[in-house]
């Protein structure tokens, strides 16, 4: 069993991970910049280390800092959390090399499924519906024109080894095509230092179901239920919930086997997921596979009881799933926010700065994930997000309802923050129905431009 586990992170993802760890008799590591010397997870661990200035690229990116904090610690282990080097085979080869436990899939799993050109093929072996797209590795605006012809506008234009919505664009028609290509790649170089690109059909109206999977060192293969993350602006994930209303016992059955059927077929260990674009039609198609833990995970944990972090630690240690299939039900209703450091009056410009006054809700059925506190200054150098906020219900309006008096209830002075905007998203009619999918977002804005404008 894995004694002592350094986290190679920071925020909500790095306390959450502590706390698990603690609860198992783990002992914990954790690193931080110069920006974070304060930072809560520095403070509940058991050790604190330095790693070098607040830029990322020398601190939380810098894979020969960590490994070696990992040594001079004595962790045996290293949990990457999301983000930063989370799904960089890299630093996963580099693990292994060093013979440190690295809490996810091996190296060669990550660099497999990273890239979703390779995925997808993967994943048309295996007879998973995939999106009708290019199959091979795409690096110039001609090539990839040819392949969108053949495809059928609207294509979308990807970045082969991206993620988290940069290095895309969608192009209509053939007239902005070389256009959008040019910006896309140019910008998947800068993200990811990587200019390969492939190209897909655009599902017109889908909603983005993603299922979470866990996977042992045995071939046992296990899903628990799906998240709904159709509320996103940017292609970046605002409101996240589970189970779908959009899915049938039936439809959740048969895209559950498919989610299995893929991680089987990349012969895939420890915790991931597979995102799935679902079509009205009832149609669904696999995006891509995340080889990690995921942000929403604590609205699966609230409905499945399972938690997703301790399993990891297990499934890494060499020990076999403590659940199977018949022992997931999907219990009531859970809804997760993600509360930002931004002013969303201001096109979401983020808010950094100290945080003068700290109230957050608590009740039956609400959970917060964070890692600030009063007095706590909100660095200007990584992600906006503060917290997310978890409620969890009977059925779905009573987990709406929830999280509207969780919302009111919340007070974070000193910064700007998106609490009032997930306040009306929880509000509008819409979501309250469940008609909702990846462009929910862009109609809401243009509901409330409309109404501004009369």
Not at 153 to 162: E, H, N, T
Not at 266 to 287: R, V
Not at 318 to 339: N, S
Not at 426 to 452: C, K, T, V, W
Request: overall charge negative.
């Amino acid at each position: 069993m894995i004694q002592k586990v350094l986290i190679a992170n920071r925020g909500e993802i790095a306390v959450r991970i502590i706390r698990a760890c603690r609860e198992m008799g783990i002992e914990t590591v954790a690193v931080y910049s110069e920006a974070d010397r304060d930072a809560l997870h520095t403070q509940l661990a058991d050790e604190a280390i330095c790693i070098g200035p607040a830029a990322s690229g020398e601190s939380y990116l810098n894979m020969a800092s960590i490994l070696s904090a990992t040594i001079v610690s004595g962790a045996d282990a290293i949990h990457p959390g999301f983000g930063f080097l989370s799904e960089n085979s890299k630093f996963a080869s580099l693990c292994e090399q060093c013979h440190i436990t690295f809490i996810g899939p091996s190296s060669e799993m990550i660099k497999c499924l990273g890239n979703k050109s390779a995925a997808r093929n993967t994943m048309m072996n295996a007879g998973v519906p995939v999106i009708p797209g290019s199959k091979e590795p795409i690096t110039d605006a001609k090539t990839g024109a040819r392949e969108a012809e053949r495809i059928g506008y609207p294509v979308m234009i990807k970045a082969a080894l991206g993620g988290g919505g940069k290095g895309m664009r969608m192009a209509k028609t053939p007239d902005v095509f070389e256009a959008c290509f040019q910006t896309a790649q140019k910008e998947a170089e800068m993200a990811f230092g990587d200019g390969t690109m492939y190209i897909e059909h655009f599902v017109s109206h889908p909603r983005h179901i993603e299922f979470q999977i866990l996977a042992d060192k045995f071939g046992n293969v296990i899903h628990l239920g799906e998240r709904d993350c159709s509320v996103q602006r940017n292609h970046q994930k605002l409101i996240e919930e589970s189970p779908s209303a959009a899915l049938s016992e039936e439809l959740r059955h048969k895209m559950g086997e498919a989610a299995v059927r893929a991680a089987k077929a990349a012969k895939y260990e420890n915790a991931g997921t597979i995102e799935f674009l679902l079509e009205p039609s009832g149609a669904f198609y696999f995006m891509e596979m995340n080889t990690r833990i995921q942000v929403e995970h604590p609205v699966t944990e609230w409905v499945t009881g399972i938690d997703l972090i301790k399993e990891q630690i297990r499934i890494a240690s060499g020990l076999p799933l403590t659940y199977c299939q018949e022992d997931v039900v999907l219990r009531g209703h859970a809804i997760e926010c993600r509360i930002n450091a931004e002013c969303p009056q201001k096109n979401f410009r983020p808010s950094p700065g100290k945080i003068t006054e700290l109230y957050l809700p608590g009740g039956i059925g609400v959970r917060i994930d964070t890692a600030i506190y009063s007095g706590y200054t909100v660095p200007p150098y990584y992600d906006s997000m503060l917290a997310k906020l978890i409620v969890h219900g009977e059925n779905r309006q009573d987990a709406i309802v929830k999280m509207r008096c969780a919302l009111e209830e919340t007070m974070i002075e000193g910064i700007e923050t998106n609490i009032d905007y997930q306040y009306e998203i929880m509000n509008h009619p819409d979501y309250e129905a469940g008609n909702i999918d990846i462009e929910f977002i862009e109609h809401m804005q243009s509901q409330r431009e409309a109404q501004l404008s009369q």
